[in-house]
Nanobody, 115 residues
Framework: QVQLVESGGGLVQAGGSLRLSCAAS????????MGWYRQAPGMQRELVAT???????NYADSVKGRFTVSRDNAKNTVYLQMNSLKPEDTAIYYC?????????WGQGTQVTVSS
């Protein structure tokens, strides 16, 4: 079982930055795949960024060049650095981890970008 706890959301003006963190705990050996989804009101959940073991990272086209996903393997923590934020980035951001053929989710953290 994996527990994911997120932090770092909040309210920011357009053009600003936020950094999200997600710490995994539980009986974990090594989580190969971690990343972030987001869900805006009335919209489907969409994949934002993924980091696989090492430096293999993938991003949604809408955030490329603005967001950076990274991880600290020693801490089982994944981060999402969000720069040049836009109002359309407003959403609840969910951390996820894929481990032992199961998908685990964090509780979500609200990010609101004002224009």
């Amino acid at each position: 079982q994996v527990q994911l706890v997120e932090s770092g959301g909040g309210l920011v003006q357009a053009g600003g930055s936020l950094r999200l963190s997600c710490a995994a705990s539980g009986s974990i050996f090594y989580i190969n795949l971690m990343g972030w989804y987001r869900q805006a009101p009335g919209m489907q959940r969409e994949l934002v960024a993924t980091v696989i073991s090492g430096d293999n990272r993938n991003y949604a086209d809408s955030v490329k060049g603005r967001f950076t996903v990274s991880r600290d393997n020693a801490k089982n923590t994944v981060y999402l650095q969000m720069n040049s934020l836009k109002p359309e980035d407003t959403a609840i951001y969910y951390c996820y981890a894929y481990y032992m053929n199961n998908m685990y989710w964090g509780q979500g953290t609200q990010v609101t970008v004002s224009s």
